[in-house]
């Protein structure tokens, strides 16, 4: 166990910087703007909720075939399966990304005919929102990369990769914002200069370390039955991972119907982004053990992936506690608020410290959940994950947080705290969902699935059973 645990540590330990720094950029920015003034903050804030939910949060789902079919398959020792896998998931992503790139570019403009919003606020994201529209074609290139490598148990470079994209995008958002006088919309473009250059970096290192034939491959390849794979575990994962995500962009869009729809949508705005970054450690660790248990299966070892279940589901309890003394601490949440607003916004500090009590608690649940759906990830179960995310936040959460927040006039905390039920069941439904798998069926079919022979199968078995 405390070796599953190493090894879970040295994957989510870069990891954790890794992704850190890259929810970092879009803090940045919005910290960047609020500067600016709470109008500028709530159009940049709206802006970058309508470019989650129309871009990336959808390409980031479509990507979850290949965290498991490239997973199983380097621990199955199929490398020849990585390029191609790499290949059709680039192919299947940039198809997606025309009918999103209609979906971001009219998103604004409907939700003010919707909605009934301040006209000039939606004129004002709509503008935000043109201006990261590179960022959703860098996707298709950047997201795969970063998950094949992961799927080889390779982070530490894609670390190093986001601290120099991270140095340089600060300079760019002061440079674009304040030194050409660009306005909020220098955040949106500096946005954009930073994906360009993680693309560019990433790239560069895999050329450097001459591992492109461990990513796209030595030639072009187009299989009638990766693309069957693909697309039988794509669209459950990008419906696992949209139902959750939508959710709780969709509360920041509903903020905009609360009293002083202005401070709501801000103080929403700047919670998740507080939580957001204490969330990236459950993320990280979602993902290595993504990995491990797609490694494990892939070389039909049932009691690997067993090991790597248990061994992050006791780690998850541990992040919850530092987390929460991070974010109980009254220095750090003074910090955390002084990133995003002026001494003066009473109005909006007052609502911060209502939600960040609300974001404590709901990390237990969600950081939770979120480990535990790197397992069913790893074991390629997304369909059933969609299934538990839909009930657990369309039956449960949303009518709660709705209740909540309009008829009881909880407000933003009454949102916040439906998403709160709505991570526990999710956290409490995935528990039962693993413990309900057969591991060795699972090791078979995922190590068939990955290309191993029935002989490597057994081999595979019989080497759980002895460890």
Known sequence: MVQEVRRQGRLAGPLVVNLTLNYSISTISLASVGHLGTTELAAAALATVLYSMCGRQVIQGLCGALDTLASQAYGAGNLAALGPIFQETCVFLGA?????????????????????RDSALCAMAAAYSLRLLPCLWLE????????ILLAQRITLPQMWVSVVVMVLHAGANWLLIHRFEWGYLGAAWATSLANLNNLLLSVAYL??????????????AARLSGWAQIVQLAYPACFMKCIESWTFSGMLLVAGLLPDATVAVAAISVAFNCYGLLYMPFVSFGMAVCTRVGNELGAGSAAGAHLAMDAAALVAPALWLAAAAVLGAPAAQRALVGMFTTPGDEALLVQLRRLLAVVMVMLLFDGLQTVLQGVVQGSGKQARGAVVNLVAFYVVGIPLALALAFPLRLGAAG???GLLAGSAVQALAYAVLISRLDWDAEARRAALRAGAPARAVEQGSACSAGR
């Open 415 to 417: 949102l916040l705290l």
């Open 96 to 116: 997606h990304c025309i009918p999103l790139t209609v979906a971001l570019l009219g998103a604004p403009r409907l939700l003010a005919l919707a909605e009934g």
């Open 207 to 220: 050329l450097a370390a001459g591992l492109q034939q461990r990513v796209w491959g030595s030639r072009l």
């Open 140 to 147: 298709v290139l950047n997201r795969p990369i970063n998950r």
